[in-house]
C-alpha cells in the first residue's frame, strides 16, 4: 500500500520568506504526481501536476520537484504571501486513485 | 461554473438513517472519483467511475456504501444506516482520463456529512 508522507506538518514563516514543503512516498511505481491547496472549510484546488517522466514543474512563484526513484518530492513556494497560508497537500497516482498525505499547514506572517 | 459541483454542501443526519450525495462533474470528463476526508487527515481514495461503470470500488469501507453513475455523468453516493463514524467531508473529483493528457484530477468543494 502506497504510503505519502508530508513534512512538517506545520510551519509559519513571515512574508517574504521562501517556503520549502516535503513529501515522501514509499512506492516509487506511480504516474504522476498532484500538489494541491486546501483552504479551511474548502476543496482541494490543484497547484502543479508533474508526471512521472518529469523532473519538475513550474508555474509561477511555485515549482516542484519529482525524484521518483527515492520517493521524493518537494514544492518551492517563493517570496510566501499572506495569501498563501492554506493546507498544501502532495498526492501520488497509483492505478485508478490518488494516495495523499495529510498536509503540510503553513502561516504566512505579515 | 466550469468546475465540479457537490450538492448538498452541509447534511447532518441522524445515526441509522439513509444519506444521499451528489456530484456533478465538469462536463466531458470521463473519469469521475469519491474521497473521504476525515478531520486532520488526507483525502482516502473510495471509488473511481470510468464512464457509467464503477472501474474501481475496492476504496468503499463496507457494503453499506454504494455509488451509481447510471449516464456517465452525474454521480450519487449512497450511505445505509449511517454510524457516527461515517463523519467527514466526501469530496469528489473528475479527470478527463484521455490517452497523452496529464489527466490532473479537479476536485469540488465537498459535502460535509455529520452523523448525529
Known amino acids: 500500500k502506497q504510503e505519502v508522507t508530508q513534512i512538517p506538518a506545520a510551519l509559519s514563516v513571515p512574508e517574504g520568506e521562501n517556503l520549502v514543503l516535503n513529501c515522501s512516498f514509499t512506492d516509487s511505481a506511480i504516474y504522476n504526481l498532484q500538489w494541491f491547496r486546501q483552504d479551511p472549510g474548502k476543496g482541494l484546488t490543484s497547484l502543479l501536476l508533474?508526471?512521472?517522466?518529469?523532473r519538475e514543474q513550474t508555474s509561477g512563484r511555485l515549482n516542484a520537484s519529482l525524484d521518483k526513484s527515492s520517493g521524493r518530492s518537494t514544492l518551492y513556494i517563493a517570496a510566501s504571501q499572506p495569501g498563501d497560508s492554506a493546507t498544501y497537500l502532495c498526492a501520488v497516482r497509483g492505478n485508478n486513485r490518488l494516495a495523499f498525505g495529510k498536509g503540510n499547514q503553513v502561516v504566512v506572517i505579515p | 461554473g466550469a468546475g465540479v459541483s457537490q450538492t448538498p454542501s452541509n447534511k447532518v443526519t441522524e445515526k441509522g438513517k439513509y444519506v444521499e450525495l451528489r456530484c456533478d462533474p465538469i462536463?466531458?470528463?470521463?473519469?469521475l472519483y469519491w474521497y473521504r476526508q476525515s478531520l486532520g487527515q488526507g483525502p482516502e481514495f473510495l471509488i473511481y467511475?470510468?464512464?457509467?461503470?464503477?472501474?474501481?470500488d475496492s476504496g468503499l469501507p463496507n457494503d453499506r456504501f454504494f455509488a451509481v453513475r447510471p449516464e456517465g455523468s452525474v454521480s450519487t453516493l449512497k450511505i445505509q444506516r449511517t454510524e457516527r463514524g461515517d463523519s467527514a467531508v466526501y469530496l469528489c473529483a473528475s479527470s478527463l482520463n484521455a490517452v497523452g493528457t496529464p489527466d490532473t484530477q479537479y476536485f469540488g468543494p465537498g459535502t460535509r456529512l455529520t452523523v448525529l
Open positions: 508533474i508526471q512521472s517522466s518529469q
Open positions: 467511475f470510468q464512464g457509467t461503470g464503477a472501474a474501481d
Open positions: 462536463s466531458g470528463h470521463t473519469a
